[in-house]
């Protein structure tokens, strides 16, 4: 199912997300589903709970190859719940969209190289490392997460029509 994205002036944008307790469940399967389903019909590369109305901390993200990021490698379909970064370093530049402010995109600052931890769907431990553009999707989606859209950080705005 696709679920409606939640604009700038949204209070929940603004909240600190709740992490995930029950693991496992149809509910959170579901939920999985249709922020895959929502991102991919949207053409989109990451998508966080909170930006469809849903206050828990679980980001889903994949990159098949783009004129956005040529030099990406492909990034799987990929769940992380409750993740946080543990270690970040190096620093890029580089324009990000949302489809929470649309018809907008910011030049941010992001480290290039992050480790994070997360779990995923059963509550299994997972861990890896994301460099350059996968990096600052896993960046932008926990930012969500913490109640912070890009343009709170971007050094400058642009206005563009998406294609």
């Known amino acids: 199912m696709i679920l409606e994205f939640l604009l700038p002036d949204a209070p929940l ?4 997300a709740k992490p995930v307790k029950e693991f496992g469940t149809v509910e959170l399967q579901i939920l999985i589903e249709n922020m895959f389903e929502t991102m991919r019909e949207g053409r989109g ?9 849903i206050p828990l901390r679980v980001i889903v993200f994949e990159f098949s190859g783009s004129e ?3 030099d990406a490698n492909p990034i ?10 543990s270690y970040a370093e190096g620093e890029v530049e580089d324009w990000e969209g949302c489809f929470s402010v649309p018809g907008q995109r910011g ?23 994301a460099e350059g553009f996968h990096a600052r999707i896993i960046q932008h989606e926990i930012d ?7 343009p709170d950080i971007a050094n400058r705005i642009e206005l ?3 294609t």
């Open 13 to 16: 944008l603004r909240e600190i």
């Open 45 to 53: 590369v990451g998508l966080a709970a909170p930006q469809v109305g």
């Open 68 to 70: 956005r990021a040529p």
């Open 76 to 85: 799987p379909p990929t769940v992380l719940i409750n993740p946080r970064i």
């Open 107 to 129: 030049w941010i600052s992001r480290p290039n190289l992050i480790h994070y931890q997360a779990q995923g769907l059963y509550g299994e431990h997972l861990e890896g490392e």
């Open 144 to 150: 969500h997460l913490n109640g912070i859209l890009y």
């Open 160 to 162: 563009f029509e998406r």
